[in-house]
Each structure stands twice: as C-alpha cells, then as structure tokens.
C-alpha cells in the first residue's frame, strides 16, 4: 500500500520521500513470499534497507544491522522482514495465514 500511494505521487517512487521519513515508533513488519511473479521479494527488502537508512531511523535506532541471515530473515529495532520460500503474492495459504497472524500479533 505504501509503495502504491508513492507511485501515485511521484513516477520515480524511489525519489520520494514517504519511506525515508518512516516515523521509527511505528513497527514495519512486511511478510513476502519469493514465490511472488508479480512483485519481486526484493522489493520488500529495499523496503527494509531504505527505512533503516533513513536519518531518522539511525538516530533512534542505531545503525546496527543484522545481515547473517538476510535472504531470509531480516530484522533490526522495530523493522522485520519475513520472506517465505514457496510463498506467491497473495500469500493465502493456510501456513502463509498463519505467518500473518503471527505478524499482527507481534506488532500489536
């Protein structure tokens, strides 16, 4: 959805700056399965990259990252990425539900 209203805004989403002025209070958890043909998972971990590299983020939270698993499993402060192998783009198997209310129950 974030990403959406960006290319709505700005025809270079990249340019924009609605990720870098992430506020670091709220938790991003973002789930992606590598399956997906429509959106590629890297685009989820750029995601990750560009709030974590955002000034304001690294004054709250550090610039501390954890990249010993991250084709996997991405997480630092309150970002977490969580990328399912054999998971397509709407991730509506019953185990990628579950992976969901897993997440929300994190982030409540």
């Known amino acids: 959805l974030l990403l959406q209203e960006e290319e709505n ?4 989403s990249t340019s924009n700056g609605t990720l870098d002025q992430w506020p670091h209070h709220v938790p991003l958890y973002l789930l992606h399965g590598k399956a997906d043909t429509d959106i590629p998972w890297t685009t ?3 995601v990750i990259d ?10 709250h939270c550090g ?3 954890n ?12 970002t977490h990425l969580e990328l399912i192998p054999d998971g397509d ?7 990628d539900l579950q992976c969901l209310a897993k997440a929300i129950e994190l982030v409540l």
Request: aromatic share 2%.
């Open 67 to 78: 990249d010993e698993n991250r084709n996997h499993h991405t997480n630092n402060a309150m």
């Open 89 to 95: 783009h709407r991730l509506s198997r019953p185990q």
């Open 9 to 12: 805004t700005n025809s270079n």
């Open 44 to 46: 989820s971990q750029e």
């Open 50 to 59: 560009r709030v974590r590299n955002s000034r304001q983020w690294r004054q």
């Open 63 to 65: 610039t501390h990252r």
